[in-house]
């Protein structure tokens, strides 16, 4: 008999407020909503899934991704998507879940998340089918805008919320190595900051979409 340790999913919303900046600034303030991890083991041999997470900072999305650990393998990012929104926004982003997470002798997961920004609202799905442990995975796909995507082709995604309705752009670039651990060990906010800041490096598409050029 296998030994399951399941984390029930759920929401989980952390909230830091960033002590660092000047006295007549206000702290930046970042959360993360969470729909849970769901996992097994302990140590080098636990595996699991964590199928959406959205960071917030100042009332703008900054990233939403979806993490998969494999038994004997680290963290990595099943999907990873950066968003650009208006700034100075009064409204705060949503995210709202369906969907979840079953471990047995086989793993699925299926997660149909919706991100709410004010009126707009943008949402995909994630779709994932593994053997017990995670260490091979039979299928794995991100359906958005009605277009089933196989992320061995991409997992990198920008969508832009400046537009009327958001728009997506697909990246055939590999996400970042740095990766929150699904057993909480590290700081999830400062690592997905150190993600975001190293796409930035490595890709002109990234660093243009975050920062354009100034007309």
Known sequence: MKFRLLVASALLCIVVAVPSAPAEEKPAVRTISSSGVTSAGTGKASYGVS??????????PIACYGITKAKGESEKYAYFIVFKSPPGGKDQPELQMGGGTSMDDTI???????????????????????????????????????????????????????????????LKIEPSKKVPDLAQKNDPMKVIEEAVDELKKQSKEVREFLEPAKK
């Open 108 to 170: 699925e997961a299926t997660e149909s998340p919706t991100i709410t920004l004010g009126k707009k609202k943008w949402g995909f799905r994630y779709q994932l089918k593994a053997n017990g442990d995670l260490t091979k995975v039979t299928s794995e796909t991100l359906t958005i805008d009605g277009k089933a995507i196989k992320t061995s082709e991409a997992r990198v995604f920008l969508v832009d919320f400046t537009n009327d309705k958001p728009t997506v752009q697909v």
């Open 51 to 60: 199928t959406t997470s959205l960071m917030v900072r100042d009332s703008q």
